[in-house]
Each structure stands twice: as C-alpha cells, then as structure tokens.
C-alpha cells in the first residue's frame, strides 16, 4: 500500500505536465444493501478489480498498473481475497483441516471480504485513492456457484458489495493455465484444482476441470455483472495496454469498450 500523494490522490495539475488524468467523479452505488451508513456521494476515488483464474496474470497486471498510476500521479492501494487482517489466518487453518461446510467456508470468504471492504476499500476511495482489486465477489461466488450453492442467497449476500468502476476478466484456457502455474509453483493447488468436488483423483484433470467449471459459472455471472473479457494469453505489454486504455476510459468518464 503506498502513501497518498495529495488529499485527492491526484498530483496537482502542473506538476507532470503531461499523463496527468484527473479522474471525474461517478455515481455510486451498491449492488444490494450494502455497508450501512455509508454515504456514496464522497467516494471520489476508482474501483478497479482483475479477476481471473490462477495463474491468468492479475499479479503482474496489477504490478504494471500500479506503476503507471502512480508515475502519472495517482496514489494507489491495492486489496484482494483472503487478505483481511480479521480472519485471512483463520482461513487458511479452515482450508488446510477442510473442516468446514461449504456454507460456513463461503461465509468465512465473505467476513473477509466484508472486513476490506469496510477498513480498506471505503476509506481508500473516501480519500481519493485508485483501489486495485485482485479479485473481488464473483470469485467467490463463481467458486460456491460450482459447489452448487443458490445463486439467489450469493447475490443476496454479496449485496453488500459496492458496484466497481470496472470489471476485467483477464481470460486463459485450461491448458496454459497449468503450464503457467506449474512453471511457477511446481504443483497445482488443491482448491484451485476444485479436489475437494470429487472430479477426479488426478490433480491435472480435476484442475481442468474445474477450471471450465468455473469459466461456465463466470459466464453466467457475465450477464449480470458486465465484465469486460480481456484475452490474456497475449504477451503481458499488449494485455497491459489494452487495460491503460480502457482504464484511461473510466477515469474520464468515457464508456468502456
Ligand atoms: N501474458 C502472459 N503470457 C505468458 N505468461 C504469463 C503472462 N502473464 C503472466 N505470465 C506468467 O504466468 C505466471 C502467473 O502469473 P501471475 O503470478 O501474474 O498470475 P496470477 O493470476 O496472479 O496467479 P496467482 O493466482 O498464482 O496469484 C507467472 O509466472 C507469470 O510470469
Ligand atoms: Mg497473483
């Protein structure tokens, strides 16, 4: 997380003559019930959120974007699942035993995501900031979705969340998916690969399995909740590119295409 620069966020005009884009203000709103109390009107900053599946590239597209934010001004934070300092530890033991229930675990995730939201997010975009998201609610729906958990409840749960100023859904197929991520860990995780859904005693079939479970859950969470699809089995610069310009887009106001 870095320091603000301004009380806004945004370098004062003059200072990079150029790139400096000042973001205009747009409304707010919530999905559902949101957060009580919460007055929309004085979130000035942006809600950016990347999501995608293990190993599709959001650490090192939100690493890039940081950067360009905060040369051309911007002050930036950047939040994601499991990061609380509430319950993410707790998490971690619940996975690790697998000794909760689905609905439990799910409820666990939302605590978690409650808990950023309300001491991190707001108050980052109360104070004028570019929050960067990796990963946000349709993770977390998509992976209860796939367990077979009522999509109505989800959405009433996740009613808390506020609506972002965009949505990228950095998309790669199954395939790469496990050469990226075994080049990188050298193993495919046990819930990322969805082992505990019974699909297959083999890592690697349940990870592709899963995976095209969970991209046909993302689809029909598409419909409702609008991301933009980026093709990321291109090379990281053009996929950063095309997320500056559609980034560029939200900050003036401009619809993204
Ligand atoms: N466009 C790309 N083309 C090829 N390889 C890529 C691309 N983007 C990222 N990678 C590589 O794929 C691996 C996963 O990338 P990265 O860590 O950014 O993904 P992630 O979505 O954050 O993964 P995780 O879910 O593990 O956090 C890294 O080794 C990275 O260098
Ligand atoms: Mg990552």
Not at 64 to 78: F, I, N, P
Not at 82 to 95: F, G, I, P
Not at 150 to 161: F, H, I, S
Not at 190 to 213: C, V
């Amino acid at each position: 997380m870095s320091a603000a620069k301004t009380k806004t966020g945004v370098a004062a005009r003059g200072s990079r003559s150029t790139n400096v884009i000042v973001p205009l203000k747009s409304k707010r709103r919530f999905y559902g019930h949101g957060i009580p109390g919460v007055d929309t009107s004085k979130l000035a900053g942006k809600l950016i959120v990347v999501e995608g599946a293990d190993g599709s590239g959001r650490s090192t597209q939100i690493q890039m974007l940081v950067d360009w934010l905060e040369s051309a001004g911007h002050s930036t934070v950047q939040v994601g699942l499991k990061r609380s300092t509430l319950v993410s530890e707790e998490l971690d033991h619940a996975q690790d035993g697998n000794i909760l229930s689905h609905t439990t675990l799910s409820l666990f995730y939302a605590t978690d995501f409650a808990d950023q939201l309300e001491n991190i997010i707001l108050p980052a975009l109360r104070a004028g900031q570019m929050v960067l998201s990796d990963r946000y609610i349709y993770t977390l729906m998509a992976r209860d979705i796939v367990r077979g958990m009522d999509e109505k409840w989800l959405k009433n749960l996740y009613g808390m969340a506020l609506v972002p100023d965009a949505v990228f859904y950095l998309n790669v197929a199954p395939e790469e998916l496990v050469q990226r991520t075994f080049a990188k860990y050298s193993t495919l995780d046990y819930w990322e690969s969805g082992m505990d859904l019974g699909l297959s005693r083999d890592l690697f079939d349940s990870f592709l399995k899963y995976q095209a479970l969970m991209l046909r859950a993302f689809k029909s969470l598409q419909s409702t909740y609008g991301f933009h699809i980026i093709d990321a089995h291109r090379p990281v610069e053009l996929i950063n590119a095309d997320l500056r310009k559609k980034i560029e887009a939200v900050l003036t106001g401009h619809r993204v295409d």
